[in-house]
C-alpha cells in the first residue's frame, strides 16, 4: 500500500473488500489486529462492530503471527532502489514462502496467547 495508512483508508481498502467478505464467510471466526491506530479508528470500530475481534494488549505485537512471516521477509530482502523494485521483491519473496513455516506460526497462536497471559501482557519467548 502506498502512501500513508489511515483509519478511512484502512475502511476502504482492506476491511470493507477484503475482511469483512471474508469473516462473513467464517462464522464464528476471531478477527485479529493490533493497536495501530487505523486499526482503532471509529471508522474502523465501525465497520468491525458486527465480527467478534481479538482485544489487543498494549504493546504486545509479539502475538501476530504475520509479524514473524514481516520478520522473515525482511531478513531475506536484498536492497532496492527503487519502489517498483521493492515492490516485485515483496510480492516474489511472499510468493514462496515456506507454508510449513506459515502454519507452525498458527498452530502456536494458542501457547503464545499463554505465554503472553502468563506474562502479564509483557514480552513473551514469541
Known amino acids: 500500500m502506498r502512501g500513508t495508512l489511515t483509519g478511512q483508508r484502512y475502511v476502504e481498502d482492506i476491511l470493507r473488500p477484503h475482511e469483512r467478505p471474508f469473516l462473513k464467510g467464517l462464522p464464528g471466526a476471531i478477527f485479529q489486529q493490533d493497536n495501530a491506530r487505523p486499526h482503532t479508528a471509529g471508522v474502523a470500530k465501525d465497520v468491525l462492530r458486527h465480527f467478534q475481534t481479538l ?40 510468493a514462496y514462502l515456506p507454508q510449513d513455516n506459515i502454519k507452525y506460526l498458527i498452530s502456536s497462536m494458542p501457547d503464545c496467547v499463554a505465554a503472553c497471559i502468563a ?4 514480552p513473551t519467548r514469541y
Open 55 to 94: 482485544p489487543w494488549p498494549a504493546r504486545s505485537p509479539d502475538l501476530s503471527p504475520v509479524e514473524h512471516v514481516w520478520d522473515q521477509l525482511k531478513r531475506q530482502m536484498s536492497s532496492c532502489h527503487s519502489i517498483h523494485d521493492l515492490e516485485l521483491a515483496v510480492q516474489d519473496l511472499w
Open 119 to 122: 506474562a502479564g501482557c509483557g
